[in-house]
Structures are given as structure tokens and as C-alpha cells.
């Protein structure tokens, strides 16, 4: 799994042999069980987690009811936006829906990486700037899209969701009912969507 992780760096930009080793020595790999926690409501983190395996589920809860807000699988990063300012408290919670290994990260190691590597603050932040632009167009397509819009896009960019989510936690990441999600779903097989 580790090569996964360089591999994963490796796709973004050549790296040498001393550099792949750099990387593969920072890595601390950890692994929870589906239904463990990497982050709770209210929790400040200052950790990073990078998928090599499995599915996390980022959801708020408002109202007592839990709304997903994201999904998180291989070569993925979750990172938290408060992630960059410890005083501030984790508004969501992100929880294993799988059984999942991730390397962890966090400012400390990323410093120590950097130090040894100049280049590689470049690749952090190349890093960084897709993670959130993804994050941005997950939520511009909130606002902006239909329900089925979304299933239907959900549906192209990531059709491995479809079997590892239950099925209402992808309803209330598109926004409806568990019904609703399957009258969306009857309609599009029908070919009336």
C-alpha cells in the first residue's frame, strides 16, 4: 500500500529515487474499522488523511439528522478547512463507512518533508488546490443543480459509491428522501430523467 502513496506523487510529478524514499519514510499508515471516527463535531485536527483504501463519509448534523456532505476514497485526501486553524473547532464529522487505511498527515511531517525537499511545498499546494476545488464544486453543484443532476453526476464521476453506500446516505448527499432517490432512480432507468 505504501507504493500506492508514492505512486500517487508520482503521477503529479516525476520523482527521483531519493525522493520516493523521503516520502515512503514520512508516511505514517493507520487503519480503523468501519463505524471509527477520524474526526467528530467539535474536535480540532490538525491531521490530513490520505485514502489508500476505502470509503469515509463526511456528514453535519442539523437538526438531529445527519446530512452527507462528502465521500472520501482511494486517492483522496480529507482534509478539513479548520484543519488550517487549530483554535477552530470541526464543524462535521467523518466517519468509516468501510473498513479503511489511510496516511496520516499533518503540518509537523509536511515541515520536515519540505526542509529536505523544497519542491515538494509546490506539490502540497498543487495538492491542496485540487482537493478544494473539488470540495467547491461539490458545493456550487448543491446550489445549482437539480437532485437528479446530481445523481446523474455523482453517478458518472464516481459509480464505485453506488456499490459501497447505502443508499440513503447517497439520497441525503444529493439532497432528498430515500423515496425520492428512488423515484429518481425509476425515472432515469425508464428513460424519462
Known sequence: MENKFVA???????????EAEGIAESMLTKTFKKGDFLLKEGQTSINTYFI?????REYILTDEEEKTTN?????????????FNPQNAAKH??????DTTVVVGNEQRAQELFKRFTR????SRTIMEAAF????????????DSPEQRYLKLQKARPDLFQRIP?????SYIGVKPESLSRIRKRIASGKG
Open 71 to 83: 465521500f472520501f476514497t482511494e486517492e483522496q485526501w480529507a482534509i478539513s478547512l479548520n484543519s
Open 133 to 144: 476545488a473539488e470540495q467547491r464544486e461539490a458545493l456550487a453543484s448543491y446550489y445549482t
Open 120 to 123: 515538494f511545498e509546490t506539490l
Open 8 to 18: 500517487y506523487f508520482s503521477k503529479i510529478s516525476p520523482l527521483t529515487q531519493e
Open 167 to 171: 443508499q440513503y446516505h447517497l439520497a
Open 52 to 56: 489508500l483504501e476505502g470509503c469515509v
Open 93 to 98: 464529522n467523518w466517519i468509516c463507512v468501510e
